[in-house]
């Protein structure tokens, strides 16, 4: 479903080193994987998503998604099968408008405007209905402001968004990494739910240890802008929390890393 081929990004920075963000990164996933994404500050994982997603053209590789070379096709064309979730839970959403519109507005995005009818009730059960999934109670609350929600609330409401037009492809950036843990752990429930029913292919980057080797069926570890693990089937089942933790420990090594990446390792360990 998702074939990236030896892609390479370097983000030219004024005044300072270029950075190759990805560097000649190779990997393919296939239809219903949930891959998890695990890696030091930096080391690209946003990038991979935005090259999937297509936000820029990378500068060399090839990017295969559903089987079309989309290597050179803008963020745009790409939409129609791609949801996405940030870690920002008031990026996915318009605080001004009610539930039912951001739904409305998700759901109707990127269609001709000959489909887009008005605001019918029929819509407003079917919202209600799939709201109700989400077992916060929104289903009741289909006019309340967007605004007015919790960031939990407005998390679950986005990734609904992200899944209305079924898309094949789902992409989450650290996306419970801003709420609380009692919170998060409802998204993720709510994320494996999503997935499942609807078999997408997902892509999770994640900054906790066990969410990466607990959720989905492979974790892929990143350093540097290159993959320098990936993890599947028995290999993966045998990982432990530790085992993860002393892989990236061994990289200290090597250099010394900053604070930022030595409270991930002890975010994830702990
Ligand atoms: N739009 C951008 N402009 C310049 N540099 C960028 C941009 N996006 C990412 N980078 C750089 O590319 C590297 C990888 O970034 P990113 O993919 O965001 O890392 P991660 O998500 O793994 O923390 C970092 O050094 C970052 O500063
Ligand atoms: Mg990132």
Redesign the pocket.
């Known amino acids: 479903m998702i074939n990236l081929d030896r892609i390479t990004k370097v983000?030219e920075?004024s005044g300072v080193d270029k950075?190759i963000?990805l560097n000649s990164v190779s990997i393919e996933i296939k239809e219903s994987e949930f891959v998890t994404i695990i890696?030091t500050?930096?080391?690209?994982?946003?990038?991979?998503l935005n090259a999937i997603a297509g936000k820029f053209i990378c500068d060399s590789g090839n990017v295969i998604l559903n089987s079309k070379n989309v290597t050179i096709d803008p963020e745009y064309k790409r939409a129609n099968f791609i949801g996405r979730v940030f870690q920002n839970p008031f990026t996915g959403t318009s605080p001004n408008l009610s539930i039912f519109e951001n739904l409305r507005i998700a759901e109707l995005r990127g269609k001709p405007r000959g489909l887009k009818q008005g605001l019918t009730s029929s819509n407003r059960k079917h919202y209600k209905k799939i709201l109700k999934k989400l077992e916060i109670g929104l289903e009741d609350r289909l006019d309340a402001t967007v605004g007015l929600l919790s960031g939990g609330q407005r998390q679950a409401l986005t990734l609904l968004m992200a899944t209305i037009r079924e898309p094949k492809i789902l992409l989450l950036d650290e996306h419970t990494a801003a709420l609380d843990p009692k919170t998060a752990e409802q998204i993720i429930k709510l994320t494996k739910k999503i997935v499942e029913e609807s078999h997408l292919t997902t892509v999770m980057?994640t900054h906790s240890m066990s969410q990466a080797l607990n959720l989905g069926n492979r974790t892929i570890m990143?350093h540097k802008?290159e993959i320098i693990g990936d993890l599947s089937g028995e290999k993966r089942e045998r990982t432990k929390v530790k085992d993860l933790f002393n892989k990236f420990s061994e990289l200290r090594k090597e250099e010394l890393l900053d604070d930022e990446l030595i409270s991930m390792l002890q975010e994830g360990y702990y």
């Open positions: 983000f920075h950075v963000a890696g500050n930096g080391s690209g994982k946003s990038t991979l980057v990143m802008g």
